[in-house]
């Protein structure tokens, strides 16, 4: 991914000084869903879930150098709230892994990209640029989105910010889904009962979602593409309470004025499609 980094114009691969953690808390749940009179003759599907409350924060650290903020990232942290987590304590130990693979990814990179990261600011400090800005030179974010936290599924996405001083910030996805059960984080293969179609399924849905539509690259060339994604596990994919979302960052599947995109896959569409104890089925209130 960071070749694309670099291939977008930036120069630089460079940070390293770890700062103090610090937390801006966020609360959040998911409404109960459940089956309207009348459906339960459905069937296949599960008729409702449990909410899971939840809380996730922010991540701190930036790189400092001649008295310059060269960088600022943040990434996140979530976690089981206190009343439900002894319920759920294999999905509470995967999203600690989850937030402590964050932490420890950002930090790596940081070191990784300090050293050209000074070199770029010795060589330009002196331009007037450089001494009319006094914020952070570049940036690193991995922020947070829930998109459904029950007693089926537990699943999220993370929408990564690149800047490191070329012609333009790239944005990728880092995007999860668990069991909520077994905490297990589940591929393709656990939520579909099938994938073969399901890449020519994510591509017609791609062209049939995509605005404009002049933007759609070639079919033939995104079909491939979204095959080797799902080949090297590179594919990122959601999953909420009405639909399965595939996302595609920039440079995923086409040039980077094409922007990001975020394609569903709606549940009532194709679900014959889908392991059952993973999707609803029929009417739901939410609220």
Known sequence: MWKKVLAAGS???ALGLVAPI??????????????EPGDLTTPGGIPFTHPLAYGSSIQRSQINHDGRVLLEASTYEVNLDKSIVFDYPKLQESL?????????YMRRVM??????????????????????????????ELSYKGLR????????????????????????????????????ELKLNDIFKTTDGLA????????????PKSSMPD?????KDVKMMMEDGSLQFGMTE?????????????????????????????????NNKYVFYGSRAKG
């Open 149 to 184: 936290a029950d007693s089926a599924v537990f699943s999220c996405v993370g929408g990564e910010f690149v800047y490191l001083g070329g012609a333009h910030p790239v944005y990728y996805y880092k995007a999860h889904v668990f069991d909520s059960k077994t905490g297990k």
């Open 242 to 274: 009405d639909d399965f979302i595939v996302y595609f960052g920039n440079y995923a599947i086409g040039p980077y004025a094409m922007g990001t995109l975020e394609v569903k896959l709606p549940y009532h569409k194709y679900f014959s499609l889908f």
């Open 22 to 35: 610090t937390g801006d808390y966020s609360y959040t749940g998911v409404a109960m869903a459940y089956v």
């Open 111 to 140: 070191y990784q990209w300090e050293p050209d990261l000074i070199e770029q600011y010795e060589q330009s400090k002196n331009h007037e640029w450089y001494k009319e800005n006094s914020g952070p030179l570049c940036s690193y």
């Open 219 to 223: 079919k033939k060339e995104v079909l």
């Open 200 to 211: 020519e399924i994510i591509v017609e849905e791609t062209e049939r979602q995509i605005e």
């Open 11 to 13: 120069a630089v691969l």
């Open 96 to 104: 600690e892994k989850l937030s402590a693979d964050n932490w420890s």
